[in-house]
């Protein structure tokens, strides 16, 4: 079977090399994404769980970057979607028919969607994390110094650097986001 001749795609050439593009970029950007949103929401989650458990305790005020940092990791979905879009347009762009292959005005336009679902989705998240590290160093300041005293509330716990963790890796997985974009627009704008 080896030896069989070869069918001439009747695809471009640069057609081909675009939907390679898209296809490969597309892959790495949802798995690194992926990866990266589900350990955010599995820190996340605990850090939920963990609030909720001493909501008793004086704890509370990580709310809204916690909530900041939920918003992230929801534009971390669509990102995902929107790398799904490219692996599917690096496919249509391997049609014989050209009338079927999705233009290269829509592609650019994709492409600027998903650019900008990041970028809202990185602003979002480091919001919360500023927010969040707002908190802590709240807290740290006002730890008196060689005194003891038992107020839950001014001392920092695990939930809020497990907060700050989760925003790195979701503003890294934007960061991945923007990057898959603007490679793929560079490449199918040559």
Known sequence: MRNQPQIKSSVPQ???KVSVSMRRAGQI???VQIFLGVVSGLILGGAIVSQNVGANEGGGQEGFGIFLAICG???LGVSIYFCLRYLN???LLMNADPALRPSKADTIEVLRLGLIVNLVGMLLTLLGAEATVGIILGKALSQPQGLTTYDPERF???LDIFVVQANINTIAAHFVGIVVSLLLI???TR
Do not use: S
């Open 14 to 16: 640069a057609v081909q």
């Open 73 to 75: 990791l929801v534009t």
């Open 29 to 31: 950007g949802l798995w």
């Open 186 to 188: 560079n490449r199918v």
């Open 89 to 91: 347009i690096g496919k």
């Open 156 to 158: 920092v716990r695990a």
